[in-house]
């Protein structure tokens, strides 16, 4: 078995094999027996399983649904390999063996990074500026009490300074379908992003670099998980954001409305339907997110808008080298202008083209389509086992891709700002080649040359997915 991948060890079993196994038309499973589970608790891992022991399956129908139980379990990362085995014990009788291995779960994860909405934009834009660094320390545990429980608390410095608490508990009734989670959020910076020009962010600092913005907000989420994918996210909100005078002489228009100060509840719902084989980096599956956001609950709100968004993925596998991956952003403000805290564009997560990574596309209407066809090139690893006394990073994999990419899309600027008319309200497209990695615990690294429409063209490096 590789490790740090889902893997099945009669994965494309036949009817008969070399040593003279015959595979039974049907069975009946008689117990699941899970093991490797040190920490994490088994009706966690046992909610993941769709297969049911006094049961007779087809063979073949097993085998599938093993499979599919398997990338479940996997995508909850909390385990770094997971093999479901069939073991007979009889002539239609088995019993299947679960056997995992968990993550490490405890991370004190050090602050480092930019404050920048990438690295072409630091380097570029913003000349490589290390004052616009963050650092500090977060703690992280992804599965407090073995229940899939996640806590995060975290203080950060530098450039943008930032105090956060999260607790989530996916499930809260016996039936595990019901979850709760809750965030508190605070943080300042001395130098923000105040608004577009010629479709790049225009930061602001003051002679006396005072706090120019102060920022809380708390939400709570309910989610409800009927079946194996599909999952229903309700958010209640609240954020009340604070400026220093100075930035109005940067932008008038920077909260629309006269006071310096942005206070508004909201409530959201998302529909995520969910069946990836690997939700870091999937090569095969789909994935759809609908969503739709209300600012402002009450008449003392100083914002009220609406917005829709959707993405849509769809990820297929054409044999065990390609596959090919599309997806579809779509976002949408119903009103005519939003406070610039609020402002969705390409150049934002995850509304972004390959090739316009240093710049911002502002509007009301953001569609982007994505497009990457892939080629595994490497699929290794190295056992660590004797360096590292930790089993948990005992094992240290690799994947690389050769990725064909093309992305298009359009933004409608309702407002029709002529200081960014350069991109907005016009069909936008870019294209090129890249290597993405993915390594230990799924972390992904992509290499990318992108060349544009405008006939721009630049290397990027990314530390995330793009789909």
Request: no cysteine; proline share 3%.
């Amino acid at each position: 078995m590789a490790k740090g991948t889902p893997s099945f060890a009669q994965d494309g079993m036949e009817e008969e094999d070399s040593v003279g196994f015959v595979a039974p038309e049907r069975v009946v499973i008689n117990n699941i027996f899970v093991i490797g589970n040190e920490k994490t608790k088994k009706n966690i891992i046992l909610r993941e399983i769709n297969l049911e022991t006094g049961i007779y399956y087809d063979w073949q129908e097993l085998i599938s649904m093993i499979q599919a139980d398997q990338k479940k379990i996997y995508n909850l990362q909390l385990f770094t390999s997971v093999e479901i085995t069939p073991l007979l014990t009889g002539t239609e009788q088995i019993e299947l063996l679960v056997a995992v291995t968990e993550r490490w779960y405890i991370i004190p994860n050090i602050i480092f990074n930019l404050a920048d909405r990438n690295l072409a934009e630091w380097w570029t834009n913003q000349n490589r500026d290390l004052s616009r660094v963050n650092y500090g320390a977060r703690l992280i545990h992804n599965n407090v009490g073995g229940r899939n429980e996640k806590l995060r608390v975290g203080a950060q410095f530098g450039f943008v300074r930032s105090f956060e608490l999260m607790y989530s508990k996916p499930y809260i009734d016996k039936k595990q379908k019901h979850g709760l989670t809750a965030q508190l959020t605070y943080f300042t910076q001395k130098n923000i992003p105040v608004k577009s020009s010629n479709n790049r962010q225009v930061f602001y600092q003051n002679e006396n670099e005072d706090v120019l913005r102060k920022t809380s907000s708390a939400l709570l989420r309910y989610t409800y998980r009927g079946s194996f994918y599909n999952f229903h996210f309700v958010t209640l909100g609240y954020s009340n954001t604070r400026i220093n005078e100075d930035v109005f002489t940067q932008n008038p228009n920077y909260f629309i409305h006269e006071e310096n100060t942005l206070r508004y509840s909201l409530i959201s719902y998302v529909y995520r339907h969910d069946n990836r084989d690997n939700i870091a980096y999937a090569t095969e599956g789909q994935l759809l997110n609908l969503g739709l956001n209300k600012y402002g609950l009450f008449s003392g709100d100083d914002v009220q808008d609406l917005e829709f968004t959707l993405n849509a993925n769809k990820y297929k596998r054409l044999d065990n080298k390609f596959h090919v991956v599309t997806g579809l952003s779509f976002n949408y403000f119903f009103g005519q202008q939003q406070p610039f805290t609020l402002v969705r564009g390409i150049g934002y997560n995850p509304y972004f083209i390959r090739g316009y990574e240093l710049n911002v596309v502002e509007g009301q209407m953001v569609l982007v389509h994505k497009n990457s066809f892939r080629y595994k090139i490497f699929d290794f690893g190295f056992d660590v086992g004797n360096y590292m006394p930790l089993d948990e990073f005992s094992f240290l994999p690799f994947k690389f891709y050769l990725s064909a990419n093309f992305d298009h899309g359009f933004v409608n600027d309702k407002n029709k700002l002529p200081e960014n008319l350069r991109l907005t309200n016009k069909y936008l497209f870019g294209y090129g080649l890249g290597i993405d990695m993915v390594t230990l615990y799924d972390m992904v690294f992509r290499f990318e040359y992108s060349i544009n429409n405008q006939n721009e063209s630049s290397f990027f490096i990314n530390f995330r997915a793009p789909f």
